[in-house]
């Protein structure tokens, strides 16, 4: 072995170019580097206190690549050989700048678009989109089958779009790339669809026309000896009973006696044919109250008996001292109701004049007479006059001194 002068190297000194040095080591029990060494300087192998050498178990500790995106077409670009996953971000001062990520297998040659997962969701991408400011989250890249990644600028407008590489070292599987959150989405062929109207599937469309050979599922019941009452509420589906014998239960609401109370809504009485009664004069009976079940009534011919008088019929009559403006003779009868006159009587005292009934006041002209002094009018419609809804009967009439009106009729939509 050659003798080299003055071989050895200070510890703490910095290193001197051509001198080969004598590797030592020293203890030490505490971690990091001893006191006193910088970069660039001579270190020693470093000993634990059982005598064995400190080795670096913590990934290695790779700076970060920055470059700029100044115009379309730029591209900022890493040697990723050693690296396993990759960390990108931008920052700085632009405007409506997109860019695409892309990879190569063979130093830069040729390249092609790979995708990454933003950092603060499960959305993957294979361009920014256009930015026009520094994003809220970064992307990922698993790269350890790349030799080289780079962004390339596809869309630019004004600024400087500074980006930050920073590579990894664990030997990490590729960054998941994320799924759907929530619905996942099923694509497929079905073989047979469930076609309205299909002789070979059960659903048949509404009022479709029923084949022969029409297949389908048939109602469901339930056996109940007894019938029961159900615990589903109005509006609820519920299954039909059925007896052990197979019959469907149903509800026979049945008849009501004569004269017998009608809970109206959920009864109905059923009446089977009339009653005759002699035509001799005598009442012919009335039920105990409004509302009960009354039997039809007919002569022993068979004619039935009807009641010609209107349920809700009225009368009304006014004199008058002098003539009268507008004059309310028949009140308005209500909402959606209208007054129906079928019979109006006049009569005049001593000074002849001009009597007229009006569809409400100073309304439109209904009916008009020009009685002769003690003179006057009856008459019944063979068709009622109807008036406006809800409108009133008025008179107005001029030159006339006592006068009196009779009017009848009824009340109905």
Same mark, same amino acid.
């Given at each position: 072995?050659?003798?080299?002068?003055? %071989?050895? #190297?200070?510890?703490?000194?910095?290193?001197?170019?051509?001198?080969?040095?004598?590797?030592?080591?020293?203890?030490?029990?505490?971690?990091?580097?001893?006191?006193?060494? !910088?970069?660039?300087?001579?270190?020693?192998?470093?000993?634990?206190?059982?005598?064995?050498?400190?080795?670096?178990?913590?990934?290695?500790?790779?700076?970060?690549?920055? *470059?700029?995106?100044?115009?379309?077409?730029?591209?900022?670009?890493?040697?990723?050989?050693?690296?396993?996953?990759?960390?990108?971000?931008?920052?700085?001062?632009?405007?409506?700048?997109?860019?695409?990520?892309?990879?190569?297998?063979?130093?830069?040659?040729?390249?092609?678009?790979?995708?990454?997962?933003?950092?603060?969701?499960?959305?993957?991408?294979?361009?920014?989109?256009?930015?026009?400011?520094?994003?809220?989250?970064?992307?990922?890249?698993?790269?350890?089958? &790349?030799?080289?990644?780079?962004?390339?600028?596809?869309?630019?407008?004004?600024?400087?779009?500074?980006?930050?590489?920073q590579p990894g070292t664990y030997a990490t599987e590729p960054?998941?790339?994320?799924?759907?959150?929530?619905? #996942?989405?099923?694509?497929?062929?079905?073989?047979?669809?469930?076609?309205?109207?299909?002789?070979?599937?059960?659903?048949?469309?509404?009022?479709?026309?029923?084949?022969?050979?029409?297949?389908?599922?048939?109602?469901?019941? !339930?056996?109940?000896?007894?019938?029961t009452a159900v615990t589903p509420i109005a509006g609820d &589906?519920?299954?039909?009973?059925?007896?052990?014998?197979?019959?469907?239960?149903?509800?026979?609401?049945?008849?009501?006696?004569?004269?017998?109370?009608?809970?109206?809504?959920?009864?109905?009485?059923?009446?089977?044919?009339?009653? %005759?009664?002699?035509?001799?004069?005598?009442?012919?009976?009335?039920?105990?109250?409004?509302?009960?079940a009354a039997l039809l009534r007919s002569d022993p011919n068979?004619?039935?008996?009807?009641?010609?008088?209107?349920?809700?019929?009225?009368?009304?009559?006014?004199? &008058?001292?002098?003539?009268?403006?507008?004059?309310?003779?028949?009140?308005?009868?209500?909402?959606?109701?209208?007054?129906?006159?079928?019979?109006?009587?006049?009569?005049?005292? %001593?000074?002849?004049?001009?009597?007229?009934?009006? *569809?409400?006041?100073?309304?439109?002209?209904?009916?008009?007479?020009?009685?002769?002094?003690?003179?006057?009018?009856?008459?019944?419609?063979?068709?009622?006059?109807?008036?406006?809804?809800?409108?009133?009967?008025?008179?107005?009439?001029?030159?006339?001194?006592?006068?009196?009106?009779?009017?009848?009729?009824?009340?109905?939509?």
């Amino acid at each position: 072995m050659s003798y080299q002068p003055n %071989a050895n #190297q200070d510890q703490g000194a910095v290193y001197t170019p051509g001198k080969v040095g004598i590797a030592g080591g020293v203890r030490q029990d505490a971690s990091g580097a001893p006191s006193g060494v !910088v970069d660039g300087d001579v270190h020693p192998f470093i000993f634990n206190s059982d005598g064995r050498l400190k080795v670096v178990t913590q990934p290695a500790q790779i700076p970060a690549t920055v *470059d700029n995106i100044t115009s379309n077409g730029d591209t900022v670009s890493i040697d990723v050989t050693l690296f396993s996953n990759l960390t990108i971000h931008c920052t700085g001062t632009f405007s409506t700048v997109n860019v695409t990520f892309e990879a190569s297998i063979n130093g830069g040659t040729n390249w092609f678009t790979v995708q990454g997962v933003r950092s603060n969701a499960n959305t993957v991408e294979t361009t920014t989109g256009n930015l026009s400011a520094a994003p809220a989250y970064a992307w990922e890249f698993s790269v350890n089958a &790349y030799t080289n990644f780079r962004v390339r600028a596809t869309a630019f407008a004004s600024g400087t779009q500074v980006w930050t590489f920073q590579p990894g070292t664990y030997a990490t599987e590729p960054i998941p790339a994320v799924q759907v959150t929530g619905t #996942q989405p099923v694509s497929g062929t079905v073989a047979t669809t469930m076609a309205a109207n299909a002789t070979t599937t059960p659903v048949k469309a509404r009022d479709g026309v029923a084949g022969a050979s029409d297949t389908a599922i048939p109602p469901l019941f !339930v056996r109940r000896d007894t019938p029961t009452a159900v615990t589903p509420i109005a509006g609820d &589906y519920e299954f039909a009973q059925i007896s052990a014998n197979g019959e469907q239960w149903v509800r026979s609401i049945g008849e009501v006696a004569d004269d017998a109370a009608v809970t109206l809504g959920t009864q109905r009485a059923i009446m089977n044919g009339a009653v %005759a009664v002699s035509m001799d004069g005598t009442d012919p009976l009335a039920v105990s109250a409004e509302g009960d079940a009354a039997l039809l009534r007919s002569d022993p011919n068979r004619i039935l008996l009807v009641n010609q008088t209107h349920p809700r019929f009225f009368r009304a009559a006014v004199d &008058y001292a002098s003539a009268q403006t507008n004059a309310t003779v028949v009140a308005a009868p209500g909402v959606g109701l209208s007054l129906y006159i079928t019979d109006i009587i006049i009569s005049n005292g %001593a000074t002849a004049g001009n009597i007229t009934l009006l *569809d409400g006041s100073g309304g439109s002209l209904l009916f008009e007479i020009y009685p002769a002094v003690n003179g006057g009018v009856a008459h019944s419609f063979r068709n009622p006059i109807k008036l406006t809804a809800n409108t009133l009967l008025a008179c107005t009439s001029t030159t006339v001194t006592t006068h009196a009106i009779t009017v009848t009729g009824y009340i109905a939509a």
